[in-house]
């Protein structure tokens, strides 16, 4: 129990009566200052003590009330800490929920963000199937090209096939006759139910009336006045006569000039009423609107001028023009066989005949050409061109004329072998075989027969006599008539070389002969004028739009290179633009890519010679010069020539330290024979060594030695697949390497350095079907390192070509940056040859086309040029295909087989 307070202690203790202790001392009030306790009286002890007492009692009381307080205070902290609790736990609650929102709408964003990519990722795989389309499309126009190519490669192929077929055809025959005398020798049996005739190409000619028909090999059927003629029998289902025999002139290619795409009539009307109209005539306009129209585009044209304006276009042009320019442009407007109709009016008319004007124009038409002409010129001036060509010449030459004009001639689908080789004797015997000429002979079979016929005549001759028909015909005839039937065959052989005889005439010498450039240019623009150009070329080893620019000037000279499309092109015109956009500060990139972007390498390789010649300065380092970076690297592989190209990137392989094994492996291998002959050459000639020593100074081993080999053996290129040879080589490359301990690599080198890749491929094949699996799975467990790298480089090039060069495209521009020297050497050096094929391929492998992958991986001017490479690439006609040929034994016989 706690003590009383100190006042009430202190009074109590000071009323309470004394009483007598053990000791005797009295309590007093408490001890004198300086007195001994033990002698006080113990009343004063008493107090003293109750007065220490009472103070402990004040300080526990205090301790009481400080206990009491603290209590309060914690209760209070508690209270403070668990009211700060659930604020934080009310805090807490709000973020998490403020945070589940924000989550919710992250999630939402990115969602939106996923639909997004797939729209952005569906509409490029649109894009993709656009630019397929796209591809399809400029295919389906170019697939009659194709068409006629291989038709006129299979009527190569069947030419050569000729002489065993007639040999067939006769043994059929012999074998007939025997089989009607043994079924007349056995009673009882009707010969005429027997069907023993053989298979024709083409059912005999139809005996005139009044002429004794054919010799059946049935006489008895033949003598029989009911018996009625008996139809050849029938080619087998699904074979043409055109299928078996071929032997037209179709173009290979499409002409040089195209429709033009966004053609509008009455826009290019008032286009060209401007440039009529201005003060001076804008011969410009009126080339680039001429000259890139079809002819059926420029009648559209004269049609919605005449509406608009009411008056004809032709007059107006030409009253606007002058010269060479006005005589093209007259036979532009005009339809064709107007035109040809006026050029021979105008060879007849007056004094004198311009004989070569009729021979070119009437010996080289087709029927339906001929026939055209003929009506065109009745209308236009009022009589016959029967009449006026036979007022104006005379003679065998009047009647080979007149019977062209007549347009008897036989289509080409009508061939017949026996025909043939009686129309052979026939014209031996009107020429070689007899004293003087029959010259109706020749006029007959010359001018009635087919070209595809002829043709077939012509090599029938050439077994009779030792010589062929022209040089008949050069010593059998004279003059005129002699010209024409010279003209006439070799049309029939080739229109293209007759052609391209013409031109080279009407250019070579002092002065040209612009009637007949502008005849032949003007009328075949639109039909095979490039294959015209190609023969041209490969007759008189230059380009037939460089020697056009060389002999003509002006306006003249850009309407018939407008003519020739795309290809058409003015080397020194060129030359200009390119020293104008390379010249001062800077460069113009657009006109460089314009210009660089849609020529062929050839052509690019005449700028350079024109530029040079022109300005005295090397194109190539001018460019180097004026341009950086992989742009510079881009426009200086257009301009060197391919040979000099690939030297510098064999040179950038080899030096230095290390060596770029990719680089030298793809080159290497890609190169054909006659190309490598070329690249040895330019290396030398520019570094001062062999390529052999430079590349084996560089490499060593095995691999060392495949591309020595594959540097200095010229590999045939055109040696045709042996099928014995093949297994012969299969079964020797199984021994060297997998059937044996070790590889034998020597043999690996010699078998792939010196083959074609059409003899590779047998090899391979053969391998596969000997021992079960792909020739390269023995590579990769034979071989190693880089020689095995370069054999299945030349493995995938046997393959497939075009694949592999579109999976080198693909890694130069896969993962981060761009591998631009590889992607430039592959862009450019396939440009001319297969670049429209690895396109395909490369769409085919990757699911995307190459302009995306392009547009993706380069910028600016460099992407620009790569692009019009692409294109210029997709617009080029394909390079005929070249069947690969198997010979193999049959019976002991030597067979070809495609």
Known sequence: QAPPSNSMAHQAYRTAPVKQGAAGAAPGPGLAAGKDPANAPISMILETELHEASLDSTLEGKLLSLVTMMADQRDTVMMLTENQRRIDQLRTEALSGDRRAVEEKFLQFEAQVDDHIKSVRILRQQQDHVLRLMDIAEKVKEQDNCIRRFCE????????????????????????????????????????????????????????????????????????????????????????????????????????????????????????????????????????????????????????????????????????????????????????????A???????????????????????????????????????FGHSLEADVTSDTSGSYQKLLIALIKGNREPDSIVDPDRAKGDATALYKAGEGRAGTDEGVFIEILTRRSFAHLRLVFDHYRKLEDYDIESSILRETSSDFKTALLVIVKTAKSRWHVWAEMLHSAMKGAGTRDSTLIRIVAARA???????????????????????????????????????????????????????????????????????????????????????????????????????????????????????????????????????????????????????????????????????????????????????ALVEVERDDKQP???????????????????????????????????????????????????????????????????????????????????YFARRLEASMKGLGTRDLDLIRIMVTRADVDLREINDAFFRLTQRSLETAIRADTSKAYRDLLLRILEQARRTPPQPVEKATVIVKEGGTAVVKD
């Open 342 to 380: 006026r050029e021979l009016n105008k060879a007849i008319k007056g004094l004198g005949t311009n004989d070569t004007v009729l021979i070119e124009i009437l010996c080289t038409l087709t029927t339906d050409e001929l026939v055209a002409v003929r009506t065109e010129y009745a209308v236009v």
């Open 153 to 340: 490669m299979q009527r190569g192929f069947m030419q050569s096939l000729q002489p065993s077929l007639l040999m067939q055809t006769e043994a059929m025959r012999a074998l007939q006759a025997s089989q009607t005398n043994l079924m007349r020798s056995v009673g009882g049996v009707d010969v005429k139910s027997l069907d023993v005739q053989p298979w024709r190409l083409v059912p005999p000619p139809t005996a005139k009336a009044g002429e004794k028909g054919a010799a059946s090999a049935d006489d008895d059927a033949a003598g029989d006045p009911e018996s009625k003629p008996k139809e050849a029998p029938k080619m087998p289902e699904g074979f043409r006569q055109a299928d078996v025999i071929h032997l037209s002139n179709q173009p290979t290619q499409l002409g040089g000039l195209r429709p033009y795409p966004r053609h509008n009539p009455d826009e290019d009307a008032q286009a060209i009423n401007r440039a009529l109209t201005s003060f001076f005539c804008d011969n410009g306009t009126i080339t680039t609107l001429i000259g890139s129209r079809t002819r059926e585009q420029r009648q559209s044209l004269a049609q919605a001028f005449d509406r608009a304006y009411s008056k004809p276009l032709a007059p107006v042009v030409l009253k606007k023009t002058r010269g060479n320019f006005r005589t093209l442009l007259a036979a532009l407007l005009e339809p064709e066989a107007v035109s040809l």
């Open 721 to 803: 697949a042996t099928a014995a040879l093949a297994a012969e080589q299969a079964a020797r490359l199984h021994k060297a390497g997998e059937g044996r301990w070790g590889t034998d690599e020597d043999y690996f080198i010699e078998v792939v350095s010196r083959h074609s890749y059409a003899h590779l491929k047998a090899v391979f094949d053969e391998y596969e079907k000997l021992y079960g699996h792909a020739f390269e799975k023995a590579v990769r467990s034979e071989t190693s390192f880089n020689f095995k790298n370069t054999l299945l480089t030349i493995a995938s090039l046997v393959r497939s070509r075009t694949d």
């Open 526 to 708: 639109e039909v095979d004028l490039y294959d015209i150009a190609a023969v041209y070329r490969a007759e008189y080893g230059t380009a037939l739009e460089q020697r056009i620019c060389d002999d003509t000037s002006g306006w003249y000279r850009k309407l018939l290179m407008e003519l020739f499309g795309d290809r058409g092109f003015d080397p020194r015109h060129d030359a200009k633009k390119l020293q104008g956009a390379l010249r001062g500060i800077g460069h113009n990139a657009a006109t460089i890519n314009k210009v660089l972007g849609r020529r062929t390498g050839p052509q690019r390789q005449t700028i350079c010679s024109s530029f040079e010649a022109i300005y005295k300065k090397d194109l190539v380092q001018t460019l180097h010069s004026k341009l950086t970076g992989d742009y510079m690297h881009l426009c200086e592989a257009l301009v060197l020539s391919p040979a000099v190209y690939k030297a510098r990137e064999l040179n950038r392989a080899i030096k230095g330290l290390g060596t770029n094994d990719t680089l030298l492996i793809e080159i290497l291998c890609t190169s054909s024979g006659y190309d490598m002959r070329a690249v040895r050459e330019a290396y030398e000639k520019m570094f001062g060594q062999p390529l052999s020593a430079a590349v084996r100074g560089d490499t060593s081993g095995s691999y060392g030695k495949l591309l020595v």
